[in-house]
C-alpha cells in the first residue's frame, strides 16, 4: 500500500533534530517529524516539589503547549485554565521521561522539559517525548561539565512513535490526513530494550484486532530503533550520558577486598579503588565499632570525590576473649595487615580455651553525594582452629572454621562468597539498591 506521502506502511517521515536549538536553555533541540515541528527545551532548579522534600532525590516534569498557529487555524493560548488535551500530553512527556533517569542520582533538583508545537502534523506528543529526551540528554551534560554532577543519572534511552491502522492496513507514523481517517491509532513510548513505558490506543469506529495490534507493536518497535539512531547521532558525544554505568569507589587498599567486592557486585557498577578514584592516604578508623569505623571511610571518600562510595570494616570477635581481636583485628599484633603475626597470636592467646567460639563480623557502609548514608550487617559464626589449615583468603581465614568444618582458607572463593559476612551484608545492600 503507498500512502499519501508516498511512503510504505513500514517507513517513517523523515526525522531531523538540531540540538542547541536555544541558546539560553540548560538543553534544546529542534525536532521535526515530517511536516511536525517542535521546540524541546530541559530548565534545570534547585529544590524539589514539596512532596519531595528530605527524600534526597530529585524530580523531572514536563509542560506541552500548541502555538497558535501550529495548526494553520489559529489555536487560542492557554490561559489559567489549561487546555485539556496538553495537560493529558503534559503528563505523557513527564511519565515517560521520568522512566529515563535515576532521580536518586539526580540530586534535590528539578528538571522541567517544555515542548511547544511550532508545526502540527501527527505525531507531536511523540516527536516532543523523542526531543525532550535529547534536550535532557544536554542538560545533564551541562550539569557535569558545571561540577553540579559528577556523572550522569540516565539510566535508560527512551523515544515514542505513532501507529495506526489506515485503510485496512497497520502503518507507521501516521501524519494528521492518516490519524483522522485511521480506524486505530496508537502511540508506543518505549526505552532502549524495547520495553514498554506506555502505550496509549483507541479504535476509533470499532475494535480493532489482536494481530492489529501485533502489526502496530513491530512497526513501532523498528520506528523506535531509528528514532533513537537519530537521538544518538544528534547528541554526539555527548551521547555519553546515556545509560552511564555509576561509578562505585570502595574506601580500601587491600586488593583481596577490592577483588571480592568486585566479585560479589558483578557488573551493576563501574568499580575502582579509591587511589583510581583520587583519594590519597588514609582514612584514620578512630571508632570503637566496625559501623563506626565503615561510616568515617565512607563519607570521606564521598565527600572527597564526590562519587557513592562503599566502605567495609570487618574483623574477627572471639567469645573467649571478650570480642577481640575486633576492630583491632589487622593491627592485632601491632603491625597492621601482618597475617601471620596476627594468627599466631590470636593462637597462643587461646592457648589454654576449650570455648573457640567466634564470628566474623561486617559492616558495609554505603555513601552517597545525594542522600544520608546507610549500613549493612552480617556475620558468619565459626570456631578457632588450633593450627592454621588452607592456602586461600587472606587475614584469619585459615585459622576461622565454619560449621561444614573447612576453614575459609580451604573453601573456593565462590564457597566463600556464598556464606561469608561479607557476602551476607552485600546481599543486604544489593536488595536494598534494587
Not at 495548526?71 to 513527564?94: A, M, Q, Y
Not at 513505558?197 to 479504535?203: A, L, P
Request: proline fraction near 3%; aromatic fraction near 4%.
Amino acid at each position: 500500500m503507498k500512502r499519501l506521502d508516498g511512503r510504505s506502511g513500514h517507513e517513517m517521515r523523515p526525522c531531523g533534530i538540531t540540538p542547541d536549538f536555544v541558546g539560553t536553555a540548560a538543553g534544546s533541540c529542534l525536532i521535526s517529524f515530517g511536516g511536525t515541528r517542535v521546540i524541546c527545551t530541559a530548565s534545570v532548579e534547585e529544590g524539589v516539589p514539596p512532596f519531595l522534600r528530605g527524600r534526597d532525590q530529585g524530580w523531572l516534569t514536563a509542560e506541552y503547549a500548541m502555538l497558535p498557529a501550529s495548526t494553520g487555524k489559529r489555536k487560542n493560548r492557554d490561559g489559567i485554565r489549561r487546555d485539556s488535551r496538553g495537560v493529558e500530553i503534559s503528563r505523557l512527556i513527564g511519565r515517560s521521561l521520568r522512566q529515563a533517569v535515576d532521580l536518586k542520582r539526580l540530586g534535590e533538583r528539578t528538571l522541567t522539559i517544555d515542548c511547544d508545537v511550532l508545526e502540527a502534523d501527527g505525531g507531536t506528543r511523540t516527536a516532543a517525548i523523542t526531543g525532550g529526551y535529547v534536550a535532557l540528554c544536554l542538560a545533564v551534560d551541562r550539569l557535569i561539565r558545571q561540577g553540579a554532577l559528577r556523572e550522569s543519572p540516565i539510566s535508560h534511552q527512551v523515544a515514542a512513535v505513532s501507529c495506526g491502522v489506515v485503510n485496512g492496513q497497520a502503518v507507521l507514523d501516521l501524519d494528521y490526513q492518516e490519524d483522522s481517517a485511521a480506524q486505530a491509532d496508537m502511540n508506543f513510548v518505549m526505552n532502549g530494550q524495547l520495553g514498554l513505558i506506555e502505550v496509549q490506543g483507541t479504535g476509533e469506529d470499532s475494535a480493532f484486532s489482536e494481530d492489529d495490534l501485533q502489526q502496530m507493536l513491530r512497526l513501532a518497535q523498528a520506528g523506535i530503533r531509528q528514532l533513537m539512531a537519530a537521538q544518538r547521532e544528534a547528541l554526539g558525544e555527548r551521547a555519553y550520558v546515556i545509560e552511564q554505568a555509576q561509578t562505585l569507589v570502595l574506601a580500601s587498599t587491600n586488593q583481596h577486598k577490592i577483588l571480592e567486592l568486585q566479585q560479589l557486585l558483578g557488573q551493576r557498577y563501574q568499580v575502582i579503588g579509591m587511589k583510581d578514584a583520587g583519594f590519597i592516604g588514609e582514612v584514620e578508623e578512630k571508632a570503637d565499632s566496625f559501623v563506626g569505623n565503615a561510616v568515617l571511610k565512607a563519607e570521606a571518600v564521598c565527600a572527597a570525590t564526590g562519587y557513592l562510595t562503599l566502605a567495609d570494616d570487618s574483623g574477627l570477635e572471639v567469645m573467649a576473649l571478650g570480642g577481640e581481636p575486633g576492630v583491632r583485628s589487622a593491627r592485632y599484633a601491632g603491625t597492621h595487615g601482618d597475617d601471620a603475626a596476627n594468627n599466631a597470636l590470636l593462637l597462643r592467646n587461646l592457648r589454654d580455651e576449650h570455648n573457640r567460639s567466634a564470628r566474623f563480623v561486617s559492616a558495609l557502609a554505603l555513601a552517597s553525594p545525594h542522600a544520608p548514608t546507610k549500613v549493612y550487617l552480617g556475620e558468619c559464626a565459626g570456631t578457632i582452629t588450633h593450627a592454621p589449615r588452607g592456602s586461600g583468603g587472606f587475614g584469619y581465614d585459615p585459622v576461622f572454621e565454619t560449621v561444614d568444618g573447612k576453614t575459609f582458607a580451604e573453601l573456593s572463593q565462590d564457597e566463600k562468597n556464598s556464606i561469608s559476612h561479607r557476602a551476607m551484608a552485600m546481599r543486604k545492600l544489593i536488595a536494598d539498591l534494587g
